[in-house]
């Protein structure tokens, strides 16, 4: 059984976030820049003219030049670049144990991930000096690159993409692709599901069909290409022309990379029309479309998670021991329970009201503590109110909302008896009525700016939409509400503070539910702004796959210009597989409870490890030790790809809309970049100091 | 203009495994020089580093130490190469690539114009005789065919420096003859040569120097004909006469008159090859079987001339 929702455990990188993703990018990089630099450096007065080919003659690191000390040009740029590089680490770790040294509080060191734009670009002396490490490590590296890219020719690499083309065809690898075949043919038999799944679970088959399938393929061909040229000494035909070493990695990746891309339009098409057709109208409802949702900033709850030390931590509430905590779970009120509340936060509200009616779809989980009522959902309130009110003047809002609705009704209930006795039909008095009511209750939204949807039914695995029946009469109330939220003035967030949200949708079980508890994440409730067509998001969908694809082809190759095929597919199954499971890696290579210093010492000791050490200044240097330990660690584990964040079958599956900003822009294709830039570097530099025809 | 197309100056290869331990001493200290428009020969027996040396001018190995320079530039410098074509010992191509699509691909490289790169292919297929087999594909080949089409490959570039790494491997003598007629072509049009080749006669028949190599350290070099010149005997060759015994005798008597000794007085004879390819060429005139038990051999001097190799007649259909 799949949730309906837009199950994501981060956010798509935005804009906003680019200098903070910028900056971990060169901090990551740039630590393997220097550490290559360094070798290279070594080597260079090892060595001498061995790694100096790609210098200009009159740069050349010869041996006399090397023996002697001198360097001109670029190689002395060069080397002055290294010198900052190494002295920005060496700063860290001097500065890490000068200042904090003999001090209790921690980190000497903390990088910072791209997790939120309040933060500062840069938190600390050490995150400042490993930025700059890294820069001029890349910095030291790319000059080269950068100034032979001039002899880049596109004929060439074109010329070469066109051999890797026709190999592709002749030696019949496009036979690879007709396994989907299989899958078109037989995949309906075996796969089970209830009507509103079938493009969910159609959508599923082709993704993890076409996935794996099109990731062998690009490693295979980028594994084995150059190896064989290798092997077969083909390549010796190459390089003695005037042809860059590193255009025939180039004319490779395009070559495979068009001859992928036009394998994955085709299948991709096909699965296309496996998908839609004969969809059911449930299926059709639920998920053949594009959602655009407007997703709140941010999800708390009221009165949250009581921590151990008996604070609260808004941050969840109540774990209801599924092993996946993506959701917390509200409960309803109860004879010794306050009532508990889900609160969405919206910093903006969507531009286009009160032109248009404002709706709001949402899919919650229900874990059921009894048995229920047969057929029946969980019922809920939907509470929508000024986001800077506290709960408490909430609960005075609400009172005087009610106070007031009560004595409205009644008014109304009144004159509907007068109605009656001057002999008016029932049914203008129902009309009237209706009316009535919606007046009342745009009177109480213009009065109050407070607006509640109660008896809202959920029920499990369903996208469901705000009012249901009355969706469209709520839909147009939440419009007016919205307009006129925008027309009161903000107030001015408190320094240090973030500014007050603009509207806060609470959600709370009903009493009638109270025994049931209901799941919620922050994307389980948004604003639908717009839907757009199902086909055009199944093919953005393809476009994360499709970075996958080309991630892996990146690495292949760039692993291929210096191992044999065999031990290059097998590295780049390696890391891809390790990226699977990256967040688990790099949480166990954070080190939680303690980096191998504390942990030395706890070993030594024998302390456990609930026990913290003692704050002093040999606590301070151990911890300082660790902090230092995981940040290259951390640097390190960057060569693992993210390849979970190209993945974006549940956008589809789903019925979400994958956008071109800031998900295939910003989140993939940019990503995708920031990948093959350093496969690019590692592939130039392995194949320019390669001896291609040597037997060792 | 500098006459000097390559020069190494104490150029040193040592292969090394892995972890830097010295495997082998490829090369030691060579110097050379070769001139413009003369056909250079390298000869060694196996692993005395004669291909080393041709790797390591055309970049495909680095030096270990000294330099290797090639119309003046690092033998890695990628620019020369647009002056260079290269033959390696197998003829490695693509062998999904039919031989126009060869051509067209190592045309390509070179940044040729379209049209030039076509007709400049064609020429090529033509001068190498595949052209009934152009649209084959390399895997399809004979090992000649290879060889021949490499060498186009070799010469798509219309290069000022040829570097052929065995040329005659895997040729009959047809085949041969013909790639040495090419060869002694080339250098007729100024360009130079350097080939390195285990089949000495095919060396000394065409190479103008050729340096002699053992153990990667360079044992001779001179010109052929300075070192196949043995000062200490004489050589006389007539025609128009019947060798008898009174003619030996007459000559005897003047060689040792003048203080000499006679070796040897007979007919000369010509080479295997020469012989191979007039009965090749007397068979193309006249088809049919032309042996019979006690006929007279087929001398030299037989009235058939030397034909001009015609690669076509011994391509595998």
């Known amino acids: 059984m799949f949730a309906a929702g837009l199950e994501l455990e981060r956010d798509p990188l935005h804009w906003a976030e680019m200098p903070l993703a910028l900056k971990a990018w060169v901090q990551h990089a740039g630590l393997v820049a220097a550490f290559g630099l360094t070798i290279y450096c070594l080597a260079y007065v090892i060595k001498g003219s061995f790694l100096s080919r790609w210098l200009p003659t009159e740069d050349r690191m010869t041996p006399s030049n090397a023996v002697a000390g001198k360097l001109s040009g670029m190689g002395r740029v060069i080397a002055v670049l290294e010198c900052l590089s190494l002295a920005s680490y060496l700063l860290i770790g001097g500065w890490a144990l000068f200042f904090v040294l ?140 005037p042809v860059e070493r590193f255009e025939i990695v180039l004319g490779r990746f395009f070559g495979y990379g068009i001859l992928l891309t036009l394998g994955l339009a085709v299948l991709a098409g096909i699965g296309l029309l496996y998908v839609v057709r004969g969809v059911r109208v449930e299926s059709a409802q639920e998920s053949m479309t594009a959602r655009m949702p407007i997703f709140a900033n941010y999800l708390e709850f009221h009165p949250g998670f009581i921590r151990p030390d008996g604070t609260r931590d808004r941050s969840k509430q109540e774990s209801v021991g599924r092993e996946w905590n993506y959701r917390s779970y509200i409960g309803g009120p109860g004879p010794h329970s306050p009532p508990q509340w889900a609160i969405w936060s919206f910093d903006s509200l969507p531009t286009y009201y009160p032109s248009a009616p404002v709706y709001f779809e949402f899919t919650f989980d229900i874990f059921r503590l009894t048995k229920g009522t047969e057929d029946r959902g969980v019922f809920t309130t939907f509470t929508f109110v000024d986001g800077s009110k506290s709960m408490g003047e909430i609960k005075e809002l609400r009172e005087q909302v009610l106070n007031a609705r009560t004595k409205k009704l009644e008014q109304t209930a009144a004159q509907a008896e007068e109605m009656r006795k001057k002999g008016i039909s029932e049914a203008e008095i129902q009309s009237w009525r209706a009316e009535e009511l919606e007046r009342i209750q745009s009177d109480l939204i213009t009065q109050f700016k407070y607006y509640d949807v109660p008896r809202q039914e959920v029920v499990d695995y369903h996208t469901l939409t705000l009012g249901g029946e009355n969706k469209d009469q709520v839909a147009k109330q939440l419009a007016l509400l919205f307009s006129k939220l925008a027309e009161q003035p903000r107030p001015r967030p408190q320094s240090g ?14 009493p009638e539910s109270a025994a049931q508890k209901l799941g919620v994440a922050k994307r389980d409730l948004y604003v639908l702004a ?127 809309d994958i956008s071109w900003m800031p998900v295939l822009l910003l989140d993939n294709l940019l990503p995708l970049l920031a990948y093959l830039v350093p496969c690019g570097v590692l592939a130039y530099y392995l194949m320019e100091f390669r001896e291609v025809a040597n037997p060792t | ?82 002056r260079i074509g290269y033959l390696p010992e197998e003829s490695y191509l693509y062998r999904f690539l039919n031989a126009e699509e060869t051509l067209d691909f190592y045309g390509r490289l070179f940044k040729l114009d379209p049209a030039l790169r076509r007709k400049r292919a064609q020429d090529l297929i033509d001068v190498v005789g595949l052209s009934a087999d152009k649209k084959r594909v390399l895997k399809e080949y004979s090992k000649g065919m290879r060889q021949r089409i490499g060498l186009a490959q070799a010469l798509i570039n219309d290069p000022e420096l040829v ?103 007979g007919h000369p004879t010509t080479s295997l090859e020469d012989l191979f390819l007039r009965i090749v060429a007397q068979s193309k005139a006249h088809p049919g079987r032309r042996y019979l038990p006690g006929q007279e051999p087929l001398r030299s001097g037989d009235g058939v001339g030397l034909p001009v190799a015609d690669p076509s007649t011994h391509v595998k259909k």
């Open chain 1, 530 to 656: 717009a839907e757009g067509p199902f086909w055009a998001n199944f093919f953005k969908g393809i476009v994360g796959m499709w970075c996958t694809i080309m991630l892996v082809l990146g690495i292949a190759l760039a692993a291929s210009t210096y191992l044999s095929g065999i031990i290059s597919f097998l590295v780049t199954m390696f890391l891809l597989g390790m990226g699977f499971f990256k967040d688990y890696i790099q949480e166990i290579a954070s080190g939680v409870i303690g980096g191998p210093m504390d942990s030395l010492v706890r070993l030594v000791t024998r302390r456990q490890t609930s026990n913290p050490l003692e704050a002093s200044p040999t606590t301070s240097l151990i911890n300082t030790v660790d902090d230092i330990y995981r940040v290259f660690m951390k640097g390190f584990l960057n060569i693992i790809p993210d390849v979970d964040r190209f993945d974006l079958h549940l956008y589809v599956a789903n019925g979400f």
């Open chain 2, 1 to 82: 203009m500098n006459n000097v197309v390559v020069e190494t100056r104490k150029l040193t290869k040592v292969y090394r495994d892995f972890w830097g331990r010295q495997k082998k001493v490829a090369l030691r200290a060579l110097n050379l020089q070769i001139m413009r428009g003369e056909i250079f020969g390298l000869l060694g027996p196996n692993g005395s580093g004669k291909t080393t040396t041709i790797k390591l001018l055309l970049g495909l190995l680095f030096p270990t130490e000294g330099d290797a320079l090639v119309f003046d530039q690092p033998a890695a410098e990628v620019k020369k190469n647009e």
């Open chain 2, 163 to 265: 570097i052929l790494d065995e040329p005659t491997s895997g040729l009959d003598p047809l085949g041969t003859r013909w790639m040495k007629d090419l060869i002694v072509e080339l250098r007729d049009r100024g360009k130079t040569i350097i080939m390195c080749s285990h089949r000495l006669e095919d060396v000394q028949d065409i190479c103008d120097r050729v340096a002699i190599l053992y153990e990667g350290e360079l044992q001779e070099l001179n010109s052929v004909k300075v070192l196949l010149e043995d000062v200490q005997r004489l050589e006389l060759r007539a025609s128009g006469v019947q060798l008898d015994d009174r003619l030996r005798r007459d000559l005897e008597e003047v060689i040792v008159r003048h203080g000499g000794k006679v070796e040897f007085v």
């Open chain 1, 497 to 510: 503070q973030r500014p007050p949200p603009i509207l806060n949708v609470m959600v709370s079980v009903d």
């Open chain 1, 102 to 241: 003999g001090r209790e509080e921690q980190p000497a060191i903390r990088l910072v991930e791209p997790v939120s734009q309040a933060q500062p670009l840069f938190t600390s002396v050490g995150d400042t000096l490993f930025f700059l490490g890294g820069l001029f490590a890349i910095a030291g590296v790319s000059l080269p690159i950068l100034v032979n890219l001039s002899r880049l020719r596109l004929g060439r690499i074109v010329a070469l993409a066109r051999l890797s083309l026709k190999e592709a065809f002749r030696k019949r690898v496009l036979w690879a692709f007709s396994i989907m075949a299989v899958i078109f043919l037989f995949a309906g038999w075996f796969v089970p599901y209830k009507p509103e799944d079938q493009v969910r679970n159609y959508v599923r088959i082709i993704y993890w069909a076409l996935s794996p399938l099109f990731l062998l393929v690009a490693c295979w061909l980028g594994a084995f290409s150059i190896p064989t040229d290798v092997k077969n000494q083909s390549i010796h035909t190459i390089v003695t022309k």
